[in-house]
């Protein structure tokens, strides 16, 4: 971690430590395992002020509830599968990295001043509903929590799910955020024309590995990056990639990416930033178009390395768009329709990190940022009743 | 000028030299006088060459020509007004700039090598042609040279001009390349909606003070950037911007763009790069646009200014676009009509900086890097016929 950030984290430790007797070792700095261990420390906590919540909400006359804020009703809901990244990501990011932090409002220095839960995509189950759009046993997917179970109030945000004997935890992952991401990506900000060239870096992630095969079925030429050499196998061997190569074993990324595309790249899907992007720019043909999903590569560094080469945006004459999902929306209906479909005839394929236990989310969340996972990072907190 | 540059540099000088013996204080590095007198010479030397070849011209049967290639024919013209900012930047840049030397192919290394002339945008008049679209007497507009005549080969990029009373000047930078480059920048990348926030960098140039002009004719808010005291009054009392300011004065521009856009930014016309491309991302607004033009800030120096704050495009789903006026081409004639119009009705204004004779040219260009033109740097080389 970086020697700028650790006054933060300091801070928000010394206020833990007061609280809760957590003990650091003396002179040591903190680390991922330390942040894996506080937010252990505080998912389990708020699952126990949680509990408390819930037990209060059995108790309460619905004429009075207070969770009823204007036209929004609220449900209980028992976790079944949440995804690791998103949500965590917006907390420990903003110890981590500075620039984030200024960009998400600095949202989340509350985290450990007041121990709220960490937020994230989930699928659940209703337990109970003052909603009547939500019946007990439904399952719906959305905004969750790190938590067993967790009282909703923003419920117009949860999207129900007609499971279609597809795998619930898809919906987190394939059928959910990250897939949505890569199709609206793709299709809508990318413009991809059969035969272009197509890069994806982050291949084998949630996203990445979604990209790649929606660029293939659409005719197009696919090499993806990715940090292991198992990755790098899968990606050519399972999910129907041209080529891959493993990122860490290429000291000149402009070299590597010469090779695989020695006429150049119609579309790069950014997903990590940094030296990777530096030298796309460099590789990119004329009229290109550059969607920018991630920059993960600099979401742990206090100090985000600068692009010097966003002078051949003006001599190729490329698109560089941000975008979020969430602009999309009107699209996601189409998009489970377009992607069960391609499942279920056998033309895409998935891959998933599936970790057991609540108590397992904050590790496999740390092990994102060392590439760890390969695939879609989920916890399966329980099973459906 | 960045060490990096000096080896590039010293090795053309040794060639220079070698051939014309100029000599070179010892101990000094060479700077933009250097250049700019290197480049006086290279005019006044090809000007002899050129000299010589018309009138070789003059007795060449039509015939044989050796200067008609495929169905191009030439024409010879006498330069009237010419551009000092574009072609000429392609060579001297090149010197000064690793980067843009690589994406422009090293197209110039032979600059000194073969003492070609320097290519510029001009308005001229024909003196001699052999294709018939073109006669004696005609005006035309394209890429010519820094030169009293010039012998073009590539007809089919000029065209012709109908002066229809406007100054012949101004189709070398209100109805040439510079605004056009505005027109189909604004209109086409910007995708512009009145009433939204639209921030103009290098604003008094050729380039800006269109693009601000029209901002305000569509209905938008419009800041601009300069670098004197001067530029900004003229921003701000004769072309109408709402509001300017001198960036040299600001310590901190993030702070001034927050202090002239407290509800941020629609739309960014980036000219210069830099610092105040980094600012600016900051103050981006949801779903903001970036029209990337030039980053002429960057153009002299050897380590471009890497930014940092890329990743606001993802946060604020910005689109930063690179464009060249030359992809636009369909839209010339409307663009003439258009201005040509809004000139006339007095809706809009525009500034030159006219010099006279050839020789002005060199120390105009090298002024451009240290902002002593005011509006649109012209040489004027000759009245029409």
Same mark, same amino acid.
């Given at each position: 971690?970086?020697?700028?950030?650790?006054?933060?984290?300091?801070?928000a430790f010394r206020i833990f430590e007061a609280r809760f007797a957590i003990v650091k070792q003396p002179g040591r700095g903190w680390d991922m395992e330390d942040l894996s261990n506080i937010m252990l420390t505080c998912v389990v906590l708020h699952n126990m002020i949680v509990k408390n919540e819930?037990?209060?909400?059995?108790?309460?006359?619905?004429?009075d509830d207070p969770i009823i804020m204007g036209n929004r009703r609220s449900a209980l809901t028992r976790s079944l599968s949440i995804s690791s990244l998103f949500g965590a990501r917006r907390y420990v990011v903003c110890y981590n990295c500075k620039i984030v932090a200024r960009n998400f409002r600095m949202v989340s220095y509350d985290f450990f001043w007041e121990f709220k839960v960490v937020e994230g995509f989930g699928v659940s189950q209703v337990v109970d509903s003052d909603n009547p759009n939500f019946?007990?046993?439904?399952?719906v997917s959305g905004f969750t929590s790190w938590e067993e179970y967790t009282l909703i109030?923003?419920?117009e945000q949860l999207r129900k799910v007609q499971p279609e004997s597809m795998p619930l935890s898809y919906y987190v992952g394939l059928l959910g955020m990250p897939g949505f991401t890569a199709y609206a990506g793709f299709y809508e900000v990318c413009a991809p024309k059969k035969g272009e060239y197509v890069f994806v870096s982050a291949a084998s992630g949630a996203v990445g590995q979604l990209v790649g095969q929606l660029a293939k079925l659409h005719g197009c030429y696919v090499v993806g990056s990715a940090g292991t050499g198992q990755k790098v196998d899968l990606l050519k061997n399972k999910l129907g990639f041209d080529e891959a190569f493993n990122y860490k074993e290429e000291s000149?990324?402009?070299?590597?990416?010469?090779?695989?595309?020695?006429?150049?790249? *119609?579309?790069?899907?950014?997903?990590?930033? %940094?030296?990777?992007?530096? @030298?796309? !720019?460099?590789?990119?043909?004329?009229?290109g178009r550059i969607a920018v999903c991630g920059m993960v590569s600099q979401n742990s560094v206090s100090d985000p390395q600068g692009i010097r080469n966003l002078f051949t945006l003006v001599i190729?004459?490329?698109?560089?768009q941000g975008f979020l999902q969430s602009d999309y929306l009107h699209l996601f209906p189409k998009f489970l329709e377009d992607i069960i479909g391609?499942?279920?005839?056998?033309?895409?394929?998935?891959?998933? *990190?599936?970790?057991?236990?609540?108590?397992? %989310?904050?590790?496999?969340? @740390?092990? !994102?940022f060392t590439g760890k996972n390969v695939g879609k990072q989920v916890i399966c907190v329980a099973k459906p009743e």
């Open positions: 971690m970086q020697e700028s950030c650790h006054k933060d984290v300091e801070q819930r037990d209060e909400y059995d108790d309460v006359d619905s004429e019946k007990p046993g439904d399952i109030y923003k419920t000149d990324l402009d070299a590597a990416l010469k090779r695989y595309f020695p006429q150049g790249i *119609d579309i790069y899907f950014e997903n990590v930033g %940094g030296a990777m992007l530096e @030298a796309v !720019l460099l590789n990119m043909r004329i009229h190729k004459r490329v698109r560089m391609y499942y279920k005839q056998g033309k895409i394929t998935y891959l998933e *990190d599936m970790n057991e236990g609540l108590e397992s %989310g904050p590790s496999a969340f @740390a092990g !994102l």
